[in-house]
């Protein structure tokens, strides 16, 4: 871990690094306005929300959010963003253009959903007395829990792609087929065990401040 932590740019730059893809991001909202196109106003809008959500959980739930996870998230959010985006002055986007493209993000989104899942159960085996939960038993519902969202997101992709078609307007999300799903789905468990391994090195702070509020509520 320490080998990996040497690897990744100071803290500062981190913030740094943070900060820009923000602005990206409201630049690629302005590029969704320009152009009339919902889909990536829609998905820019949603992504500078989620950059939101480490300030407001560290400001109001105490939550604390080092510049790694506030990287690792900003980092998903643009990706995704800036492939429905594409680059400047191409007609396809990184989505139907670079075909690993979907398959990268959809490891990264899986990584923050399974972040949160781990979080939260190691939080819940900290605070209550009566439960355990072995290692092996984490590691195992870290990797059922991202399945079982990444099929309900594949199910929600393919709902809002029917009920484009039906009312003939653009997709704000796109299927592209059966197999494309099932990739979907092993990049997502890719992902998912990623954090299942080493989530414990990273998310220990986020842990114990979930642990501390559950230990507040009781007492």
Same mark, same amino acid.
């Given at each position: 871990? /320490?080998?990996?932590?040497?690897?990744?740019?100071?803290?500062?730059?981190? /913030?740094?690094?943070?900060?820009?893809?923000?602005?990206?991001?409201?630049?690629?909202?302005? $590029?969704?306005?320009?152009?009339?196109?919902?889909?990536?106003?829609?998905?820019? !809008?949603?992504?500078? !929300?989620?950059?939101?959500?480490?300030?407001?959980?560290? /400001?109001?739930?105490?939550?604390?959010? %080092?510049?790694?996870?506030?990287?690792?998230? #900003?980092?998903?959010?643009?990706?995704?963003? &800036?492939? +429905?985006?594409?680059?400047?002055?191409? #007609?396809?986007?990184?989505?139907?253009?670079?075909?690993?493209? %979907?398959?990268? +993000?959809?490891?990264?989104?899986?990584?923050?959903?399974?972040?949160?899942?781990?979080? +939260? $159960?190691?939080?819940?085996?900290?605070? !209550?007395?009566?439960?355990?939960?072995?290692? /092996?038993? $984490?590691?195992?519902?870290?990797?059922?829990?991202? *399945?079982? &969202?990444?099929? *309900?997101?594949?199910?929600?992709?393919?709902?809002?792609?029917?009920?484009?078609?039906? *009312?003939?307007?653009?997709?704000?999300?796109?299927?592209?087929?059966?197999? %494309?799903?099932?990739? %979907?789905?092993?990049?997502?468990?890719?992902?998912?065990?990623? $954090? !299942?391994?080493?989530?414990?090195?990273?998310?220990?702070?986020? #842990?114990?401040?979930?642990? @501390?509020?559950?230990?507040?509520? @009781?007492?």
């Amino acid at each position: 871990m /320490r080998n990996i932590s040497g690897l990744l740019p100071s803290r500062q730059q981190q /913030r740094r690094l943070t900060y820009l893809m923000e602005i990206g991001l409201i630049g690629m909202l302005f $590029v969704g306005i320009e152009r009339g196109n919902g889909g990536i106003v829609l998905n820019t !809008a949603v992504a500078l !929300a989620v950059t939101q959500l480490p300030p407001l959980l560290e /400001r109001d739930y105490e939550i604390p959010m %080092d510049p790694r996870l506030t990287l690792w998230i #900003t980092t998903a959010v643009f990706l995704h963003a &800036f492939g +429905t985006v594409g680059l400047p002055g191409a #007609t396809k986007t990184l989505y139907s253009q670079v075909w690993w493209w %979907d398959h990268m +993000t959809h490891a990264l989104s899986a990584s923050l959903v399974a972040g949160a899942g781990y979080a +939260t $159960v190691r939080a819940l085996h900290e605070h !209550a007395n009566g439960i355990h939960f072995p290692q /092996r038993f $984490v590691a195992v519902f870290i990797l059922l829990f991202v *399945l079982a &969202f990444g099929v *309900l997101w594949e199910i929600l992709e393919f709902a809002i792609a029917l009920s484009a078609q039906a *009312l003939g307007i653009n997709a704000v999300l796109t299927q592209y087929g059966l197999a %494309d799903t099932m990739l %979907d789905i092993v990049f997502n468990s890719i992902g998912g065990l990623i $954090v !299942a391994l080493w989530g414990g090195a990273y998310l220990t702070d986020v #842990t114990s401040a979930i642990r @501390d509020r559950l230990d507040a509520r @009781d007492t």
